[in-house]
């Protein structure tokens, strides 16, 4: 009988994994609660009418159905039998393992203040980007439904919260929709009026990047309308409002709409390996792993992506990105093929291939080895980029073709208001 690897989580470390095995003499079995893999960079897109969700995502079987030794299970997992080496979903199934890799990621986290998630989304799931569109879109509706000046101006009002590139590309895409799609769209209101801010804590934008990088992104921002208030922080989140605090300044700005952008916090995996196995957790719940991304004590275990923090060699930890948990999926994979041959391999370590994002048309930042570029030429290499990176030659191509008209005509045509009717307006009366 051959070796069990049991991978949990269909992104990007998981998937990556699960095909790095393909041509192994091993038994896979892939487990994920949605029956789908996501390309989480572009979730932006469908949360503002740029792409629909079927563009940024491809169902699991479709993807690995060539690979004989691998099936998929549709399930959640609850717990980890590390005495029985089996892993418990959420109806008692166990699903016996030889090898474990575990990659479920992250979600976003509002520092202990939970309760504002219900005025201010974050972005992590299609069905987050779904409500974001909704609301946007509703926003807009509801302005033109309006005659007080004032509330008209509170539904105009969007706040991003924090300055990374998923706040950045999100604000951005923001300012576009108002400048460009719909200028010509309503009667009563003019959406040019819109009012775009990104809150950063920090005292620039995306601060993973160099400084100027970060002024050529604010300046992209500040082009499209976006006014970028840095060293500010949020003090408070309410149904029609947002309290922000610069210095010993506090201000209140009416807003139904604040957007989420601000922090992370791993999969409650990592508190279940932490009690089942003694791992160390950070302080946003991700596994401390060794060397070869497997947790200290149990060489059969292993994390990959946003819920392992790596730091073995390096002054900072590996970031959440999609390209490290590509490459520990793949490294992984071919760290138990040489196990199964009785050899080894070295530690892994993390090939930066650049980083870049992305503001608007035309419009990003790119750092790529020792070269930092911004404008046009780092927007065509984040184009290119993200093309290869998406799953399947047909998510390509619709993708290539929507951002192409996209483009020629200035126009996102995903505006479908889903999941309600209008909003009630009444409290706000």
């Keep these: 009988m051959q070796p069990k690897v049991v991978i949990i989580g269909g992104g990007f470390g998981g998937l990556y994994a699960a095909k790095a095995l393909k041509r192994a003499p091993v038994d896979v079995t892939l487990i994920d609660r949605r029956n789908f893999h ?14 629909s969700p079927g ?48 990659a479920t990621g992250a979600t976003h986290s509002y520092f202990g203040k939970d309760q504002w998630a219900a005025h201010a989304p974050g972005l992590k799931t299609i069905e987050d980007a779904l409500a974001i569109r909704r609301r946007v879109l509703l926003a807009y509706e509801t302005a033109e439904r309006e005659t007080d000046p004032d509330r008209i101006q509170a539904w105009l009002t969007f706040v991003v919260v924090g300055g990374g590139p998923t706040g950045v590309e999100l604000a951005g895409a923001l300012g576009e929709m108002a400048n460009f799609t719909l200028r010509r769209d309503f009667r009563n209101i003019n959406p040019a009026t819109t009012r775009v801010l990104l809150v950063e804590m920090a005292d620039r934008v995306l601060t993973a990047y160099p400084p100027r990088l970060s002024q050529a992104a604010t300046e992209s921002l500040q082009e499209l309308g976006v006014t970028v208030r840095t060293g500010t922080r949020v003090v408070d989140i309410r149904q029609d409002a947002v309290v922000l605090q610069s210095g010993d300044t506090a201000e209140e700005i009416r807003t139904h709409m604040v957007l989420w952008a601000a922090g992370v916090q791993a999969s409650p ?36 992506g946003d819920l392992a923090r790596f730091d073995h060699g390096l002054e900072q930890p590996l970031p959440g990105v999609a390209p490290v948990a590509m490459q520990q999926g793949s490294y992984v994979a071919r760290l138990i093929t040489r196990q199964l041959r009785g050899e080894t391999l070295p530690p892994f370590r993390y090939h930066d291939k650049g980083s870049m994002a992305t503001i608007g048309r035309a419009a990003a930042v790119a750092k790529i080895g020792p070269l930092q570029f911004s404008g046009l030429p780092a927007w065509l290499a984040w184009l290119f980029v993200h093309l290869m990176y998406l799953v399947g030659f047909a998510n390509r191509l619709l993708v ?17 208001i889903v999941g309600g009717g209008a909003v009630d307006t009444s409290e706000q009366r």
């Design 55 to 102: 563009d940024i995502a491809a169902p699991l079987r479709s993807i690995v159905r060539n690979q004989r030794n691998t099936r998929v299970l549709l399930g959640e997992v609850v717990d980890i039998d590390v005495e029985a080496s089996s892993v418990v979903l959420d109806d008692g199934e166990r699903i016996p393992y030889d090898y474990l890799i575990v």
């Design 400 to 416: 290539f073709i929507q951002w192409a008209w996209n483009y020629l005509t200035y126009r996102r045509h995903v505006r479908l």
């Design 269 to 304: 995996l990592g508190s279940i390996l932490h009690e089942r196995t003694g791992a160390e957790l950070d302080r946003v719940g991700r596994v401390v792993v060794a060397p070869d991304c497997s947790v200290p004590g149990h060489p059969e275990i292993f994390v990959v």
């Design 38 to 51: 996501l390309f989480q960079p572009l979730l932006y897109q469908v949360a503002t009418s740029g792409l």
